[in-house]
């Protein structure tokens, strides 16, 4: 999954950057605002608290139809509204049954899925086999132009329905059986597939949610612990309350209330003015006064971002390995994540966060500091001619990382002329999508399920609609194939490390750090978690005064 760019206010190292020539577009949106007087809960005999409101500080999301969800802001409110077939352990990502009752295969390649019976949307509409069977159908339909179409390419027929005229609405390899039973013939085997069934991709959908997909859109209706409670306000907010009808863990409190900033740090400002109960967006200078002031509200964990410069392979400015290796072993990472972030980040010597089995804290032999060495494989590529434009979105977080990255690249390979494109998320992805940028850029992957697999197989085979480099290599398929039919989930990830060995010597992306997420809050709320897929566990929130 694509993350947005935390936003918050970096700060500049001496010795790091230098002045570069910015070209960029305004920010659109404005800071939701207000003092809301929020109901506090009620204690239990067990002690939990239940009921009451909260607010917690949020990106504006891009897309709220599961099938079209492809951001982490997308992801943190959705996760609320749906449940799906597998949920996963708020610590450990471990996967678990949710709305599955059983998921079996005696080949790794025919599943049989019994799903729990008595659930229901928000709307009252029973959750059937058919609801998932046919969600699945409209997402991966390519007339519909859902961002998750290629997390069904494993299911057969799949590729019928991304035909350039398709004949056909539904996947063959999708059999309803009863109402709490279907099957799912995949092409092929794939030990991972259970794992994957957690992602929003696969949520079941209502049947009003077909009517008109936009108004669907504005205030979704789902089968989660919490539902809209109003529209869906731009810029400005989003409202959820307790599903009263919710068969999963009752969530703790009434009512959630997600307030959208576009200005950086605006979430944590609010919460230092006793306006917002929990922020998502605390700037890195500010990180130290918030440890201090919150104590136990300031909450930080291993995120599951791996942040990266991808190159244009399109524009042959870049065809040569060489040259991004070069590129690579001119940056100081550990000087960048001591310097800039403070040791908030992890330097990435491997492209599989250390969150999932089968990550390396040593893969990447071109990812330590050798200016000499960059030299001479620059050397070696020709050299480089011409401005060097870097494209971003806009944070002021990672801005000035981004800025040290510059100025190493002009200290150890001597590229003068370097020149920042800076956008807002939304404008900085439809580019790189289109294929617009013309030299290196700056984006973060997020894991959809834990699992090796989600680092590798949708940034690097060929032609996958999330492969923003225009990377190919069929050795790489290869051994992501090998890995997708092997016999189990553990030996899967000597194939994927093998993909891995090819990707780091071809260098595509160049690794530059893991991330870090945290999040503060008052003193209202308790029981305050992030998992590992960067969004606050808000069914989990206790509102205590």
Not at 98 to 125: L, N, P, V, Y
């Amino acid at each position: 999954m694509l993350g947005t760019w935390r936003r918050g206010t970096g700060r500049r190292v001496a010795g790091l950057l230098a002045p570069v020539l910015v070209v960029g577009a305004g920010l659109a949106g404005c800071s939701a605002g207000g003092g809301v007087k929020e109901a506090a809960g009620a204690r239990l005999p067990d002690g939990q608290v239940r009921g009451g409101m909260f607010s917690v500080s949020a990106d504006e999301p891009e897309h709220l139809l599961p099938a079209n969800a492809t951001t982490t802001a997308d992801g943190q409110i959705v996760s609320a509204l749906f449940t799906g077939l597998v949920e996963y352990d708020p610590q450990t990502a471990e996967p678990r049954n949710a709305m599955a009752e059983s998921i079996r295969s005696d080949d790794q390649r025919i599943w049989t899925i019994r799903i729990k019976s008595g659930w229901t949307f928000h709307d009252g509409e029973p959750v059937t086999a058919r609801s998932f069977v046919d969600a699945w159908n409209f997402a991966a339909y390519a007339g519909n132009a859902n961002g998750n179409a290629p997390y069904f390419n494993k299911v057969e027929g799949y590729a019928a329905l991304q035909a350039e005229h398709p004949t056909t609405r539904e996947m063959p390899g999708l059999t309803v059986i009863n109402d709490t039973t279907f099957t799912v013939r995949l092409v092929d085997s794939f030990s991972q597939f259970p794992i994957l069934l957690g992602f929003q991709a696969f949520y079941p959908l209502p049947r009003s949610a077909y009517g008109d997909l936009r108004a669907y859109e504005e205030a979704p209706v789902g089968n989660g612990p919490y539902e809209m409670d109003g529209r869906w306000r731009h810029d400005e907010s989003i409202r959820l309350r307790r599903f009263p009808a919710y068969k999963g863990p009752a969530p703790s409190a009434d009512t959630v209330e997600f307030r959208i900033y576009a200005k950086p740090g605006g979430g944590y400002e609010d919460l230092l003015a006793g306006n917002i109960d929990i922020a998502t967006d605390v700037p890195p200078d500010q990180l130290a006064a918030a440890k201090a002031e919150f104590k136990s509200g300031f909450i930080e964990r291993r995120s599951s971002a791996f942040n990266y410069l991808g190159f244009p392979l399109w524009d042959n400015t870049f065809a040569r390995k060489e040259l991004r290796q070069a590129f690579s072993l001119a940056i100081d990472r550990e000087a960048i994540v001591k310097a800039i972030y403070n040791g908030t980040r992890e330097p990435a010597h491997s492209v599989i966060n250390p969150l999932v089995p089968g990550s390396r804290p040593d893969a990447c032999r071109l990812c330590s500091f050798d200016p000499a060495r960059a030299r001479t494989l620059l050397a070696q590529a020709g050299g480089f001619t011409g401005p060097l434009n870097l494209w971003f979105s806009t944070s002021a977080e990672n801005q000035p990382a981004i800025e040290a990255v510059a100025n190493m690249l002009r200290t150890n390979l001597g590229i003068t002329d370097i020149r920042f494109n800076v956008f807002d998320f939304a404008q900085f992805l439809s580019l790189v999508k289109a294929r617009k940028v013309t030299g290196p850029f700056f984006s973060n992957w997020l894991m959809d399920y834990p699992s090796p697999h989600t680092y590798i197989a949708p940034l690097y085979t060929a032609g996958a609609r999330t492969n923003r480099t225009g990377y190919a290599n069929p050795l790489v398929d290869q051994h992501i194939a090998e890995g997708d039919r092997a016999p189990s989930v553990a030996a899967a990830i000597t194939a994927y490390q093998a993909a891995e060995d090819v990707i780091l010597d071809d260098m595509p992306v160049i690794p530059l750090w893991f991330g870090k997420t945290r999040a503060v809050h008052g003193d209202r709320v308790t029981h305050v978690a992030i998992d590992p897929f960067s969004r606050i566990r808000v069914q989990d929130v206790q509102v205590v005064g």
